[in-house]
């Protein structure tokens, strides 16, 4: 199906057709043959790169030609949100009828900016939207479309509650909005579309073609059949696997399960890769690494990068500031950097595809169990999702390393159907963090109603009416005993305690473990280590860093040194390297001196401070 012939205001197609695009990919055309044009709800089911960011963008052109209202894009991650607001100001450029106004917003969930009122097209995280229907913003009615991005999100354990109590009040608003939803292959697509009344587009199709294998010993056996052989060196397959990709024409994308193996394989990387480059790309290489030790304090992490980057290589996780990570995603999508080593976090934050894609490691260490488990299956298809540049690479291979073990992770992984999404909805924190906010946002509601309400979500849909009930149960009991809400005859309000925790965005639990941890505070002196203290105790707290064997000392010290301003009793076994940092970082220490000190890279510390800001 080409463009022009896409039943859209001439001046659309004439941008779109700007934009290089000519023919629908067939998601895209499924999507248009399935009611998208025409105002029909539709959740698409397809790989990474199949082309759903054009499927938005046809949705929100359609509807701003056509309405008045609003148009909302949720994104699951700050980046990609800036990543489809630089995308989507574009459309700011056609004349529809209407002016188009674009913006943007992410964070501060304690207000709800004044812009977002007067603009047509918002990009929002899920928890900035959540924040915005808590605070009850009077332009929620006039949302006529709701695009939301990464659907299968729904299924996580911390962020996915959010996403389903959003889009349970939006499916559920008087406008009826049409709902678009984006999400990876998964296998119950049937019961999320029934779920959102959606119109199911599922197609497999991908630009560029996806070859699949496992490496063992330096033999790899693609899903197809075929074999070929990787020249094992001291370097380790990983990165035997990344090179023999570059020194065929390719860039390589090697996961690794942490950040410090992150930074070994680009390191051992660095050297033959180097050797591949032509003067041209070594000369602009040397001009980035300038760039990245001008633009940065000279921390360990830093320098390191900088030295690797001049040869042709990088890594990339959360520990790096904002400014090296941007320098190294732009670099790689030029094409100058040849082999990136990152961790996981990469394959759902960004969009930089490779035409290979290598994962080192199979297993993820998993908090809750502390030790190491298999990813899913999701995963994984996430993960081989960003092989193959489209307009660059004529197919796209993804390989696992396996241990004696080809066979099992062939049939698991790469045959394998990615895990059912599950809603969490249910889980107690989830659970009394909003049926709170509800209660907020509906004062007077009886308990049928919250009932009916959350029957109305994909935990509702997968759990009887009687479990719900019961869970609901415990949680009134524990806001009411708490003196978040008040009970008056069969109805049910936010008290004041209850409504600031509410806007405030935090976990019911953190609030009454602040208000009876601050309660015990005398008015006189000063109580800064002891707040810095309960804000990082708290589970809202991240990223939270354990002691190391070598941090006790000091921290004893510091501990006897702020005695007078602690608000409990504590010892170094109460305390964390956040702690420690958000103390040294209040008395004006450098990013240098606290990753010298603790270990603590600048990334890490932007999001502590940020964090500590909202909880504060």
Same mark, same amino acid.
């Given at each position: ?46 790989? &990474?790169?199949?082309?759903? &960011? ?43 009828? $209407? ?26 995280? %899920?928890?900035?939207? !959540?924040?915005?229907? $808590? ?74 073609? #996806? ?87 000279? &921390? ?35 094409? &100058? ?67 004696? %073990? ?20 249910? !889980?107690?924190?989830?659970? $009394?963090?909003?049926? #709170? ?23 509702? #849909? ?44 935090? !976990? ?6 602040? $208000? ?87 990334? !890490? ?12």
């Amino acid at each position: 199906m080409k463009i022009e012939k896409l039943s859209l205001p001439d001046s659309a197609i004439d941008f779109l057709k700007s934009q290089g695009y000519e023919k629908l990919y067939p998601p895209q055309a499924d999507c248009v043959k399935s009611g998208l044009l025409d105002g029909r709800s539709i959740l698409v089911s397809a790989p &990474t790169a199949s082309g759903k &960011t054009l499927i938005a963008m046809l949705a929100m052109l359609n509807y701003l030609s056509k309405n008045k209202g609003k148009v909302i894009y949720l994104s699951p991650l700050r980046a990609l949100a800036a990543e489809k607001f630089t995308e989507f100001k574009k459309l700011e450029k056609i004349s529809i009828g $209407r002016k188009i106004k674009t913006s943007i917003s992410t964070g501060d969930f304690e207000h709800i900016e004044k812009n977002l009122e007067k603009s047509n097209v918002l990009i929002l995280t %899920n928890e900035k939207m !959540d924040s915005i229907i $808590r605070h009850g913003a009077e332009w929620i009615d006039d949302i006529g479309l709701v695009i939301s991005d990464e659907v299968h999100l729904i299924g996580d354990e911390s962020r996915g509650p959010t996403l389903e109590m959003i889009l349970t009040h939006l499916k559920l608003l008087e406008s009826k909005p049409q709902i678009i939803g984006l999400s990876a292959t998964i296998t119950n697509s049937n019961e999320i579309a029934d779920w959102l009344d959606c119109k199911l587009v599922k197609n497999d199709w991908r630009p560029v073609p #996806l070859s699949e294998g496992v490496c063992d010993g330096g033999k790899v056996t693609m899903s197809d059949g075929e074999t070929f052989e990787v020249k094992p060196s001291l370097r380790g397959i990983p990165i035997d696997l990344g090179v023999q990709s570059v020194q065929n024409g390719g860039q390589s994308l090697v996961f690794a399960e942490t950040r410090v193996r992150s930074k070994s394989l680009a390191t051992k990387a660095a050297d033959v890769i180097s050797q591949l480059l032509v003067k041209k790309e070594l000369t602009a290489l040397e001009k980035t690494s300038k760039q990245i030790l001008a633009e940065n304090e000279h &921390t360990e992490i830093v320098k390191t990068l900088a030295t690797l980057v001049k040869k042709g290589v990088a890594f990339h996780h959360a520990g790096l500031n904002q400014k090296c990570r941007e320098i190294v995603e732009k670099e790689f999508r030029n094409g &100058t950097i040849k082999l990136l080593s990152s961790t996981p976090t990469l394959a759902a934050g960004v969009n930089l595809p490779a035409r290979r894609v290598v994962i080192s490691n199979i297993n993820r260490y998993n908090a809750k169990v502390g030790a190491n488990r298999p990813i899913s299956v999701l995963e994984y298809k996430q993960l081989c999702g960003r092989a193959g540049r489209p307009q660059y690479d004529k197919y796209g291979e993804s390989i696992i390393v396996g241990n004696g %073990n080809t066979e099992d992770l062939t049939e698991y992984y790469i045959h394998g159907e990615s895990e059912p999404i599950i809603s969490k909805i249910t !889980d107690d924190k989830s659970l $009394r963090t909003h049926i #709170l906010s509800v209660i907020v946002t509906h004062p007077g509601i009886k308990k049928e109603e919250l009932l009916e309400f959350f029957l109305q979500t994909l935990g509702g #849909l997968q759990t009887t009416k009687a479990t719900l009930s019961f869970a609901i149960n415990i949680s009134l009991r524990f806001l009411s005993s708490q003196q978040l809400v008040v009970k008056k005859g069969e109805r049910y309000a936010g008290t004041a305690f209850g409504k600031k925790t509410s806007m405030l965005y935090i !976990d019911p639990l953190t609030a009454t473990y602040f $208000r009876d941890t601050i309660d015990n505070v005398s008015q006189q002196g000063k109580h800064t280590f002891g707040f810095l203290h309960i804000m990082t105790n708290c589970e809202e707290f991240f990223p939270n860093f354990s002691l190391r064997n070598k941090d006790y000392e000091s921290t004893s010290l510091m501990i006897e040194n702020h005695s007078s301003e602690l608000i409990e009793p504590i010892s170094e076994y109460d305390c964390s390297r956040s702690l420690l940092a958000l103390q040294m970082w209040i008395t004006e220490s450098t990013e240098l001196s606290l990753s010298d000190t603790l270990g603590i890279e600048a990334g !890490d510390m932007h999001r502590m401070v940020e964090n500590a800001n909202w909880l504060s």
